[in-house]
Nanobody, 124 residues
Framework: QVELVESGGGLVQAGGSVKLSCVASGFNFSRYHMGWFHRSSGKERDFVAAISWSGTTTYDTHSQKGRFTISRDNAKNTVYLQIDSLKPEDTGVYYC?????????????????WGQGTPVTVSS
């Protein structure tokens, strides 16, 4: 049974940092590209960041200006998302995703598995 279990969300102050974790099980984690999507209230899920199966290549949206850092530990079947300089617009649910194809990392259809999400609320 495939599982992606996110954690690390919660209530944080604007300007602060948070590190989200996602533990995977039920598939060969080290052969899957991993990523994070964000959904704020009433909006579609937006691509945040992705990392190749080897961890050597990462992708993010240029508009984030380096505030989001994705990393992974294949020995622990875990992917992380560090968010710095938090802004109120970062509020929402963050989803961990896993995909095996080498297509556009920001393409939502690339990913085979989704976690349940972890909520982050940024207070101003």
């Amino acid at each position: 049974q495939v599982e992606l279990v996110e954690s690390g969300g919660g209530l944080v102050q604007a300007g602060g940092s948070v590190k989200l974790s996602c533990v995977a099980s039920g598939f060969n984690f080290s052969r899957y590209h991993m990523g994070w999507f964000h959904r704020s209230s009433g909006k579609e899920r937006d691509f945040v960041a992705a990392i190749s199966w080897s961890g050597t290549t990462t992708y993010d949206t240029h508009s984030q200006k380096g505030r989001f850092t994705i990393s992974r530990d294949n020995a622990k079947n875990t992917v992380y998302l560090q968010i710095d300089s938090l802004k109120p617009e970062d509020t929402g649910v963050y989803y961990c995703v896993a995909g095996s194809t080498d297509s556009d990392p920001s393409d939502i259809d690339r990913y085979d598995y989704w976690g349940q999400g972890t909520p982050v609320t940024v207070s101003s």
